[in-house]
């Protein structure tokens, strides 16, 4: 019996490593595997918790296409009305569109329906936590930079992705507060100078709310906005970065050309499954415990009722925040109508934000002329300007996100609604200078602590008298693999790109450009406090400094003898 063995003393049993390797070697024939996997098999992946941010947005995503598969068994999307009749008894005889009527089915009569329905709503905000903070990571890092640009640039892609199809996803239900949101777009497009009209009887076939808006969302957001992320989250976690050397921070040997980590076989694959499963368990545990989006008490969506304290998911507080600070300015010229109070905060702000977003890494390139490859990250405190430049960001954000949320923050303190959209008016326009000068000076006296620790040692609390009287404290030498992020050498972040001086009273070409004297003066700006990188002295240097003392020499000294 060729190519059989007696296993277990079963004759025809093939032999397990034949099984394998024949599989293999078919895979391979025909689709070239075996060199990837043995490469991908031996990359290394370093060792550090800021690497998870962007697998729990991929196992979060993961979670999303599952618990939606099965939602979609079951919600209904149409607006056709229909008289409820469910097992919730407050609602029963209230004449409700289908979708509205499934999502109750959904909620109390398919079995698990609520925890899976949580369970997608929970996902898609962890989702969204984690690629913000995965992109906040990334930028503060210097993560951006050449040559992972079009990771950047699909990453912000992805984002507008889930920002939009969350936006979709929570209308679907067609209650109050997701008919609430509804409005709120149907606002945004009309106010859209010269085609706003048109942009809404195209979006929901009719005037305000008509028959075909949810059907509409309905597919693009089990449809074409998933199929796009799950052709972009593979190309940008596994494609990109599996074709690129890792990146990792400085220190522990770490250098732009050494990658020091795990391999990915058995250590990361391991790991990361415990991860996956972590994903899934605090997911799953939320959504037990944790209500979120009780539609039925909401009730269905009424064009005429008011809900008090109305709120969107958090990713989208800061449009609402928008909206609600922006003054109620307009333009009236040649017959029309340009609402700055609509188009600003939801045009405006957005497109300059993610075009900032966007374009950032080749300005920055431009102001740096920095053209280097970057493996080896930058630690915030290294590159003061562009922390600087990232805080003032986020403050604006959060600033934004506080002020969707200004009635409520009004009613529970007890002030008045104007104060606290005045406050956030003002507030939004000097937070950001604040943030930045703050984030400035905190990176600047890190380094000059790390500078200190890396020149003299750790101070002790030990205070030793010297033959002559003084009193100096003794400093205990760090060993050079506790201070290797400090010391360890790294590609510059900028280059010098200053004008050179006049040559025989000529001037240079470079200095009488209007923009290349802007850009030398940014880039003035940007190497004003970037990180030098400290020499190492040799130990025991004289007075007491850089010698770690006996357990008698402590007593000694603390005795003050």
Same mark, same amino acid.
């Given at each position: 019996?060729?190519g059989?063995?007696?296993a277990?003393g079963?004759?025809?049993?093939?032999?397990?490593?034949?099984?394998v390797?024949?599989?293999?070697?078919?895979?391979?024939?025909?689709?070239?595997?075996n060199?990837?996997v043995?490469?991908?098999?031996?990359?290394?992946?370093p060792?550090?918790?800021?690497?998870?941010?962007?697998?729990?947005?991929m196992?979060?995503?993961?979670?999303?296409?599952?618990?939606?598969v099965?939602?979609?068994?079951?919600?209904?999307?149409?607006?056709?009305?229909v008289?409820?009749s469910?097992?919730y008894?407050?609602?029963?005889?209230?004449k409700?569109?289908?979708?509205?009527?499934?999502?109750?089915?959904?909620?109390?009569?398919?079995r698990?329906?609520?925890?899976?329905?949580?369970?997608?709503?929970?996902?898609?905000l962890?989702?969204?936590?984690?690629?913000l903070?995965?992109?906040?990571?990334?930028?503060?890092?210097?993560?951006?930079?050449?040559?992972?640009?079009?990771?950047?640039l699909?990453?912000?892609?992805?984002?507008?992705?889930?920002?939009?199809?969350?936006?979709f996803?929570?209308?679907?239900?067609d209650?109050?507060?997701?008919?609430?949101?509804?409005?709120?777009?149907?606002g945004?497009?009309?106010?859209?100078?010269?085609?706003?009209?048109?942009a809404?009887?195209?979006?929901?076939?009719?005037?305000?709310?008509?028959?075909?808006?949810?059907?509409?969302?309905?597919v693009?957001?089990?449809?074409?906005?998933?199929?796009?992320?799950?052709?972009?989250?593979?190309?940008?976690?596994?494609?990109?970065?599996w074709?690129?050397t890792h990146?990792?921070?400085?220190?522990?040997?770490?250098?732009?050309?050494?990658?020091?980590?795990?391999?990915?076989?058995?250590?990361?694959?391991?790991?990361?499954?415990?991860?996956?499963?972590w994903?899934i368990?605090?997911?799953?545990?939320?959504?037990?415990?944790?209500?979120?989006?009780?539609v039925w008490?909401?009730?269905?969506?009424?064009?005429?009722?008011i809900?008090?304290?109305?709120?969107?998911?958090?990713?989208?507080?800061?449009?609402? =925040?928008? #909206?609600?600070t922006?003054? &109620?300015?307009? /333009?009236? $010229?040649?017959?029309?109508?340009? *609402? %700055?109070?609509?188009?600003?905060?939801a045009?405006?702000?957005?497109?300059?934000?993610f075009?900032g977003?966007?374009?950032?890494p080749?300005?920055?390139?431009?102001?740096?002329?920095?053209?280097?490859i970057?493996?080896?990250?930058?630690r915030?405190?290294d590159?003061?300007?562009?922390?600087?430049?990232?805080?003032?960001?986020?403050?604006?954000? =959060?600033? #934004?996100?506080?002020?969707? &949320?200004?009635? /409520?923050? $009004?009613?529970?303190?007890?002030? *008045? %609604?104007?104060?606290?959209?005045w406050?956030?008016r003002?507030?939004?326009?000097?937070?950001p200078?604040?943030?930045?000068?703050?984030?400035?000076?905190?990176c600047?006296?890190?380094?000059?602590?790390?500078?200190?620790?890396?020149?003299?040692?750790?101070?002790?609390?030990?205070?030793?008298?010297?033959?002559?009287?003084?009193?100096?404290?003794?400093?205990?030498?760090?060993?050079?693999?506790?201070?290797?992020?400090?010391?360890?050498?790294r590609?510059?972040?900028?280059?010098?790109?200053?004008?050179?001086?006049?040559?025989?009273?000529?001037?240079?070409?470079?200095?009488?450009?209007?923009?290349k004297?802007?850009?030398?003066?940014?880039?003035?700006?940007?190497?004003?406090?970037?990180?030098?990188?400290p020499?190492?002295?040799?130990?025991?240097?004289?007075?007491?400094?850089?010698?770690?003392?006996?357990?008698?020499?402590d007593?000694?000294?603390?005795?003050?003898?």
């Amino acid at each position: 019996m060729a190519g059989y063995r007696t296993a277990g003393g079963r004759p025809g049993a093939r032999e397990p490593s034949k099984l394998v390797g024949g599989t293999a070697r078919a895979l391979d024939e025909r689709f070239g595997t075996n060199g990837f996997v043995r490469k991908a098999m031996r990359k290394a992946f370093p060792d550090q918790w800021s690497f998870l941010l962007g697998e729990i947005a991929m196992y979060s995503f993961v979670v999303i296409l599952l618990t939606g598969v099965y939602l979609t068994l079951f919600f209904k999307p149409s607006m056709h009305e229909v008289i409820y009749s469910g097992s919730y008894t407050k609602l029963q005889g209230v004449k409700m569109s289908e979708a509205y009527a499934s999502t109750l089915e959904i909620s109390f009569d398919v079995r698990g329906g609520l925890l899976v329905r949580q369970m997608h709503h929970w996902s898609t905000l962890i989702f969204m936590a984690a690629i913000l903070i995965h992109m906040l990571r990334n930028f503060f890092s210097g993560a951006f930079r050449k040559p992972r640009e079009l990771n950047w640039l699909i990453g912000i892609l992805m984002f507008m992705l889930v920002m939009l199809n969350g936006l979709f996803g929570y209308s679907l239900p067609d209650d109050l507060l997701s008919g609430t949101g509804l409005r709120i777009l149907e606002g945004v497009l009309a106010g859209i100078p010269l085609v706003g009209s048109y942009a809404v009887m195209f979006v929901f076939g009719g005037e305000f709310p008509g028959t075909d808006i949810i059907p509409r969302l309905y597919v693009v957001h089990v449809l074409l906005i998933p199929g796009i992320l799950a052709a972009l989250i593979p190309l940008h976690a596994i494609v990109l970065t599996w074709r690129q050397t890792h990146t990792q921070f400085p220190g522990k040997g770490s250098s732009n050309t050494t990658v020091r980590g795990y391999p990915f076989f058995p250590v990361f694959i391991a790991k990361t499954t415990a991860f996956f499963l972590w994903v899934i368990g605090v997911t799953t545990l939320l959504a037990a415990f944790v209500q979120i989006n009780p539609v039925w008490l909401f009730g269905p969506y009424d064009p005429g009722a008011i809900s008090s304290g109305s709120q969107p998911d958090w990713y989208m507080g800061w449009l609402e =925040g928008a #909206l609600r600070t922006m003054p &109620g300015w307009e /333009i009236n $010229a040649w017959g029309h109508t340009l *609402s %700055l109070s609509v188009i600003v905060p939801a045009l405006v702000v957005p497109g300059a934000l993610f075009t900032g977003l966007a374009l950032y890494p080749f300005l920055e390139r431009w102001v740096t002329g920095d053209r280097e490859i970057h493996h080896l990250l930058d630690r915030p405190r290294d590159v003061p300007a562009r922390t600087g430049i990232g805080v003032a960001g986020v403050v604006f954000f =959060g600033l #934004l996100w506080l002020a969707g &949320g200004n009635d /409520i923050l $009004a009613e529970r303190f007890h002030i *008045s %609604l104007f104060a606290t959209t005045w406050f956030f008016r003002v507030a939004i326009i000097v937070g950001p200078i604040i943030g930045y000068i703050v984030a400035y000076r905190i990176c600047v006296g890190l380094q000059r602590r790390d500078l200190g620790i890396a020149e003299h040692g750790l101070e002790t609390g030990i205070i030793r008298m010297s033959p002559d009287g003084k009193f100096s404290e003794v400093e205990r030498p760090m060993p050079d693999e506790a201070i290797a992020a400090i010391t360890d050498p790294r590609p510059a972040a900028a280059v010098p790109l200053d004008a050179p001086p006049p040559k025989d009273g000529v001037e240079s070409p470079r200095a009488r450009s209007g923009v290349k004297r802007v850009r030398a003066a940014l880039n003035r700006r940007f190497r004003a406090d970037l990180v030098t990188v400290p020499e190492r002295h040799p130990e025991g240097d004289g007075d007491g400094h850089g010698r770690e003392l006996t357990s008698a020499e402590d007593a000694e000294s603390v005795s003050g003898r």
